[in-house]
């Protein structure tokens, strides 16, 4: 009976140690080389159109500002420039800058 004891206390050591080993993860499976520079390659250039896109995004937004800018500037002088006329822009009345003189519509 006392050798029974014993083996049950060693099959019972045996499987604490046993779960108490670190597992090693499996290694990742390789990618071959080839696919590896191609994808690389691929994802290299994307990053540049998405950098270039990113970029013309910018300057477009940046464009309609000053796009908005200058129109109110177009009309606060031409605003004025009617007051100083006498014109009522309303009547449709519009500046011709060539001839330097207002003309209706």
């Known amino acids: 009976m006392r050798a029974l004891g014993v083996i049950a206390l060693l099959f019972v050591t045996a499987t604490m140690a046993s779960a108490q080993a670190p597992v090693k993860p499996a290694a990742p499976p390789a990618l071959e080389e080839m696919d590896a520079l191609k994808i690389g390659k691929l994802m290299a ?3 540049a159109i998405q950098n270039a ?26 605003d004025e420039a009617a007051q100083r006329g006498k014109v009522v822009l309303k009547d449709g009345w ?8 207002w003309v209706k519509d």
Do not use: C
């Open 45 to 47: 250039e994307r990053q």
């Open 53 to 78: 896109y990113d970029t013309s995004v910018a300057r477009q937004e940046l464009l309609k500002r000053e796009f908005a800018d200058k129109t109110t500037a177009l009309n606060v002088a031409v």
């Open 94 to 101: 519009k500046p011709d800058v060539e001839k330097r003189i």
